[in-house]
């Protein structure tokens, strides 16, 4: 199972951006999908979670401007950022959990992140 994340880029504080991620392999269902973030020096943490039947939660410090949202026909998630503040500059990880199946025709679990994308939000 891999995960592809895109939609990073460059921004001035007040802007927006959105952010994708695509999940692709054998999938049998996935559960929580999430976004964290890892700024320059500091530790990853969870921004927003979204569960499969799309309660949410958030990191406080975004809260009100950021959205989670969960396509689970297609297998995507995204994450809408606005009002964006330049203590967001961060590198931005989707994660998935869930099962897939295997070659022997039985499910197994996965949990699995997306490479990163970067996330620049200038003064």
């Known amino acids: 199972v891999q995960l592809q994340a895109s939609g990073g880029g460059s921004v001035q504080a007040g802007g927006s951006l959105r952010l994708s991620c695509a999940v692709s392999?054998?999938?049998?269902?996935?559960?929580?999908m999430a976004w964290y973030r890892q700024a320059p020096g500091k530790q990853r943490d969870l921004v927003a979670i979204i569960t499969s039947g799309n309660n949410v939660n958030y990191a406080d410090s975004v809260k009100g401007r950021f959205t989670i949202s969960r396509n689970n026909a297609n297998h995507t998630m995204s994450l809408q950022m606005n009002s964006l503040k330049p203590e967001d500059t961060a590198v931005y990880y989707c994660?998935?959990?869930?099962?897939?199946?295997?070659?022997?025709?039985?499910?197994?679990?996965?949990?699995?992140w997306g490479q990163g994308t970067l996330v620049t939000v200038s003064s």
């Open positions: 392999g054998t999938i049998y269902s996935i559960n929580d």
């Open positions: 994660s998935a959990e869930g099962l897939f199946w295997t070659n022997m025709g039985r499910t197994s679990p996965f949990q699995s």
